[in-house]
């Protein structure tokens, strides 16, 4: 069965770093492209970072350029989020997802995990 589990979630203060986790079972995830999504309370699910299955591109929304860095650990089976420099803004849950076409820059992956919580708050 394919399930994709996050986790790295928490309450940080602002100015502060979490890094997300992004945990695959049942397929191998460096096969796969990975994307980053998040959403606030009363707003709707937005990208926040992609990398590419084919290319290794990576691509960021322009609210988190230059504050997150998406990775991949193949020997782990996992992809990263990095987020530094974290605003009250960035608060949501954020969820990754997974597909094996290249659909970076959409919201139509086949698999989605059940999502984190960041709260950034002083």
């Known amino acids: 069965q394919v399930q994709l589990v996050e986790s790295g979630g928490g309450l940080v203060q602002p100015g502060g770093s979490l890094r997300l986790s992004c945990t695959a079972s049942g397929f191998t995830l460096a096969y796969y492209t990975i994307g980053w999504f998040r959403q606030a309370p009363g707003k709707e699910r937005e990208g926040v970072s992609c990398i590419s299955r084919s290319t290794g591109s990576r691509y960021y929304a322009d609210s988190v350029k230059g504050r997150f860095t998406i990775s991949r650990d193949s020997a782990k089976n996992t992809v990263y989020l990095e987020m530094n420099s974290l605003k009250p803004e960035d608060t949501a849950v954020y969820y990754c997802?997974?597909?094996?076409?290249?659909?970076?820059?959409?919201?139509?992956?086949?698999?989605w995990g059940q999502g984190t919580q960041v709260t950034v708050s002083s």
């Open positions: 997802a997974a597909d094996l076409r290249d659909r970076c820059g959409t919201y139509q992956f086949g698999s």
